[in-house]
């Protein structure tokens, strides 16, 4: 069973910087696909941006250009660097990777909050 466990989110003054990180245990099959999601209070989950074993990346219009997702392959680790930080940005953050052929695994999710 593969286990995701996620780690840096935190509280940030709007403009500032925060780096997530999320590693899988228990993989014995490639990971094809990382990603972060997020959701806001009364929201739906959303794609904020993903990176595929061969770093083909994708992002949401809103954190382009303030986003940076990145993935170390040998160590099933997926990061998310996130500068220009703003209110709306407050979300929970969850990692989801995808396991050959198609297993979906999800993290339990990471509190980031962005103070005006």
């Known amino acids: 069973q593969v286990q995701l466990v996620e780690s840096g989110g935190g509280l940030v003054q709007a403009g500032g910087s925060l780096r997530l990180s999320c590693a899988a245990s228990?993989?014995?099959?490639?990971?094809?696909?990382m990603g972060w999601y997020r959701q806001a209070p009364g929201k739906q989950r959303e794609l904020v941006a993903s990176?595929?074993?061969?770093?083909?990346?994708n992002y949401a219009d809103s954190v382009k250009d303030r986003f940076t997702i990145s993935s170390d392959n040998a160590k099933n680790t997926v990061y998310l660097q996130m500068n220009s930080l703003k209110p709306e940005d407050t979300a929970v953050y969850y990692c989801k990777m995808i396991q050959w052929p198609s297993h979906h695994y999800w993290g339990q999710g990471t509190q980031v909050t962005v103070s005006s």
């Open positions: 228990g993989s014995s099959l490639p990971i094809t696909n």
């Open positions: 990176i595929t074993r061969g770093d083909s990346t």
